[in-house]
């Protein structure tokens, strides 16, 4: 099977930039998993669906049409046809999305879309689930990592045009995220016993790169 590059960790350590750049580096395409469960909260919200209400939830599971590109360049992801790359992002969006993808019947289909994606492979695809659920079998996991601290510090700067999101914000609204992704009963977080764990701490994200590319090479 073509190369499937797993890459898994808790909000913000890095995930999407450094498989962009793998997937860039090694000519795979790329698969942001994150975007889609996004892109069904956003359905959600958009459309009056009480996102704490799994019932209400799984009742519209099959409603939205989501599409994701996977070019490492340009990866888009559109609900209904409409571009929603912007509007995924925002924080209503980012609080809302951890109890929408607690859902089993969510998590289902996203699966199932995912692998259909990912098919015979060639991929870089990075998520919550992705060495445990999706591609048990990925010729490559990866468990991605960074401090608390660091990765507040780094995503407060993405949003530095919100004046709700300091530091302190950003970092408490990322440890709610990962304590609910990550003690939710449906394949919740947690590091596959075959991955490789790479702290970021300290890496540059050329470093973090470059350190996965190394990893890939090796199983020429
Ligand atoms: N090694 C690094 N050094 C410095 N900044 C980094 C590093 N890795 C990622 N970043 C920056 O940290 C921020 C978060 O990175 P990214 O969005 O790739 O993380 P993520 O794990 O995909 O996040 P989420 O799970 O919330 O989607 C971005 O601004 C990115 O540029
Ligand atoms: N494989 C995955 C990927 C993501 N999630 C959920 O989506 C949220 C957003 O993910 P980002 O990577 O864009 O931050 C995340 O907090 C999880 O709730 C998931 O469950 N499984």
């Known amino acids: ?8 960790g808790p909000s913000g350590t890095g995930k999407s930039s450094a498989s962009k750049g ?11 998993t994150g975007a889609m469960y996004r892109a069904m909260t956003w ?4 459309n009056g669906v009480p996102v704490e209400d799994a019932a209400a939830v799984a009742a519209r599971v099959d409603d939205p049409v989501i599409e994701s590109g996977t070019d490492p360049v340009t990866p888009t992801i559109a609900v209904d046809g409409e571009d929603v790359s912007g509007p995924i992002r925002s924080r209503e969006v980012t609080n809302a999305v951890s109890a929408v993808s ?14 259909e994606i990912i098919g015979d492979g060639g991929i870089v695809a990075e998520g919550r689930d992705i060495g445990t659920v999706v591609v048990p079998d ?19 700067r993405d ?8 530091v302190a914000v950003v970092r408490s609204e990322q440890a ?10 449906a394949s919740p977080l947690t590091r596959a016993d075959d991955a490789h764990e790479i702290d970021s701490t300290e890496l540059t994200l050329d470093e973090v790169i ?5 990893l890939a090479k090796e199983l020429q």
């Open 159 to 166: 949003l530095a045009a919100d004046p709700g999101a300091s």
């Open 22 to 32: 793998v997937a860039r580096a090694l000519g795979l395409r790329y698969l942001d």
């Open 1 to 8: 099977m073509p190369l499937v590059i797993a890459m898994d």
């Open 43 to 46: 359905w959600m919200l958009r």
């Open 176 to 185: 709610r995220r990962d304590r609910l992704d990550s003690t939710r009963k």
């Open 138 to 156: 990925a010729r490559l996991k990866v468990y991605l990592t960074a401090s608390e601290e660091v990765r507040a510090a780094r995503r407060a």
């Open 102 to 115: 607690a859902v089993p019947e969510v998590r289902a289909r996203m699966v199932a879309l995912q692998r």
């Open 210 to 214: 470059e350190a996965i590319v190394r």
